[in-house]
């Protein structure tokens, strides 16, 4: 992959930025065009009970920091990036497992912190409730934001005519990917994803262009690939 080339970056705001600076320092040209955005909820936080807090995204850190106070409780998070949204929120004690959504419920499941409240989208990409409860860890849930589709500009749809390649950091997001490619096949489009996870949604579309996933599900693997 050439350096300069075009890299469209589909994650929602503000992670977008974070990750299209990582892109610019590897010497690529990002194009920032979300296929997600995030929206809040009118939520309240039940913290009654709950001896731990867990995240599953950056987003759910801050809609949750907008929402409540507390400060004083673990934190359990899926990586290292949500780990660091919730140290800068004000958390003390951050657990990280730097790995999915199974990772954070065998971490959470090891360590017997008490009854927990995850806070998250209305739509997880997958139910860290159930996996704690099945494994006898009493937890609850609470939605605190939703992520809605957003239609990329007909500048970045262009961009599918020639050689591009772009990152995917969600399901939903490769949900959507999905549907543009097809309505509008890219033979040249090199995809990129988070986990194997997030490239099912394109096991169907692989023929219309090249699709790779993370050897494990951080944006420092997914960014490796790149240069690959």
Known sequence: MAKGAPVWITRAHPGAEATAAKVAALGFTPVVDPLLAVAPIAASVDLSGIAAVAFTSVNGVQAFSKLAGARDLPVFTVGRATASAASEAGFSSVSSADGDVADLARLIAAARPGPVLWAGAREPAGDLVAMLNDAG????????????????????????D???????????????????????????????????????????????GSVAFAPRPDETALLSLLTA
Not at 163 to 173: G, K, M, N, Q, Y
Not at 182 to 187: I, Q
């Open 162 to 208: 020639r050689p591009l390649t772009v990152l995917l950091h969600s399901p939903r997001a490769a949900r959507v990917l999905a549907e543009i490619l097809r309505r509008r096949p890219a033979s040249a489009l090199r995809t990129l994803c988070l986990s194997e996870a997030v490239a099912a949604p394109l096991e169907a579309l692989a023929e219309r």
């Open 137 to 160: 860890v009493a937890a609850r849930g609470v939605a605190i934001y939703e992520t809605v589709d957003r239609p990329p500009s007909e500048a970045t749809l262009a961009l599918l």
